[in-house]
Antibody, heavy 125, light 107 residues
Framework: QVQLVESGGGLVTPGGSLRLSCAVS????????MSWVRQAPGKGLEWVSC????????KYADSVEGRFTISRDSAKNSLYLQLNSLRPADTAVYYC??????????????????WGKGTTVTVSS | SYELTQPPSVSVSPGQTANIPCSGY??????ASWYQQKPGQSPVLVMY???KRPSGIPERFSGSNFGNSATLTISETQAMDEADYYC??????????FGGGTTLTVL
């Protein structure tokens, strides 16, 4: 079945780095748009980044632009998120999600139909 | 930047209809999606393209989107529907936008 499994979270000091991974199975990863979404403790969902089936399509939220880097390896069916210059405000559960995108009668659509269980990143001294 | 606004909480009695609103500038001209998140769990897509239910989502869930507001409607609300609900839309500049979330209480 379709499955997304995140890993790589942990405790890191401010200014540090982490690399999150998302292992994908059950669908054709190479054809799929993918995204990272995070949720700070007790807060709502915040979109972080997404990447198209071709790496030329990459977008970031303003809050992480220049610090985080999204990438993918189709040979390994894996999605990655490199987190640099981490701040306490980056503390959150990070989810990877499959994205369905396209253009319909109502315009462009972008929604996330499958989510992983998340991996927790804690930034603290 | 584009923003979506949701009320922090909505309450409903079991068996009644719950309406969860989401407002944004000309939201009706975009596609709205909705996610359900129960405590300690990952979000689950419950509505896309304004009013389409993914496989496995009960028919009690429906959606609409007109003008500046989208609404997720849950008919015959059950205790198992208690959760946080998030609306989401796409914007060409902000890209992906989530509402702040609404906690649905069934009491």
């Amino acid at each position: 079945q379709v499955q997304l499994v995140e890993s790589g979270g942990g405790l890191v000091t401010p200014g540090g780095s982490l690399r999150l991974s998302c292992a994908v199975s059950g669908f054709t990863f190479g054809d799929s748009f993918m995204s990272w979404v995070r949720q700070a403790p007790g807060k709502g969902l915040e979109w972080v980044s997404c990447i198209g089936s071709s790496p030329s399509t990459i977008k970031y939220a303003d809050s992480v632009e220049g610090r985080f880097t999204i990438s993918r390896d189709s040979a390994k069916n894996s999605l990655y998120l490199q987190l640099n210059s981490l701040r306490p405000a980056d503390t959150a559960v990070y989810y990877c999600a499959r994205v369905l995108v396209g253009t319909g009668a109502g315009g462009y659509y972008f929604h996330m139909d499958v989510w992983g269980k998340g991996t927790t990143v804690t930034v603290s001294s | 930047s584009y923003e979506l606004t949701q009320p922090p909480s909505v309450s409903v009695s079991p068996g009644q209809t719950a309406n969860i609103p989401c407002s944004g500038y000309k939201l009706g001209e975009r596609y709205a999606s909705w996610y359900q998140q129960k405590p300690g769990q990952s979000p689950v897509l419950v509505m896309y393209h304004d009013n389409k239910r993914p496989s496995g989502i009960p028919e009690r869930f429906s959606g609409s989107n007109f003008g500046n507001s989208a609404t997720l409607t849950i008919s015959e609300t059950q205790a198992m529907d208690e959760a946080d609900y998030y609306c989401q839309a796409w914007d060409s500049s902000t890209y992906v936008v989530f509402g702040g979330g609404t906690t649905l209480t069934v009491l």
